[in-house]
């Protein structure tokens, strides 16, 4: 079992920024990879960036360049940085993590870019 526990979501103007982060808890040492998703309203859900075990990293088209996915080992923690933020990025970001046959999900953060 792991649990995932989101934090920093809110309300932000349009160019600002904001750091999520998702710490995990329980069999970590079982995760291959953990990144961020996001739901906008009415939408589907979609992934915005992944960081595997081995540190590589990829991003959704939409936010590559703005967003930046990170992790902190010692504290078993992905965060993702998020700048210029835009109407558009507004959504329920959810943190995920994979490994061999098991998949698990955060409750979500609420994003919202508004002026």
């Known amino acids: 079992q792991v649990q995932l526990v989101e934090s920093g979501g809110g309300l932000v103007q349009p160019g600002g920024s904001l750091r999520l982060s998702c710490a995990a808890s329980?069999?970590?040492?079982?995760?291959?990879?953990m990144g961020w998703y996001r739901q906008a309203p009415g939408k589907e859900r979609e992934l915005v960036a992944v960081?595997?075990?081995?540190?590589?990293?990829n991003y959704a088209d939409s936010v590559k360049g703005r967003f930046t996915i990170s992790r902190d080992n010692a504290k078993s923690t992905v965060y993702l940085q998020m700048n210029v933020l835009k109407p558009e990025d507004t959504a329920v970001y959810y943190c995920?993590?994979?490994?061999?046959?098991?998949?698990?999900w955060g409750q979500g953060t609420q994003v919202t870019v508004s002026s």
């Open positions: 329980g069999s970590i040492f079982s995760i291959n990879a």
């Open positions: 960081i595997t075990r081995g540190g590589s990293t």
């Open positions: 995920n993590a994979k490994g061999y046959g098991f998949e698990y």
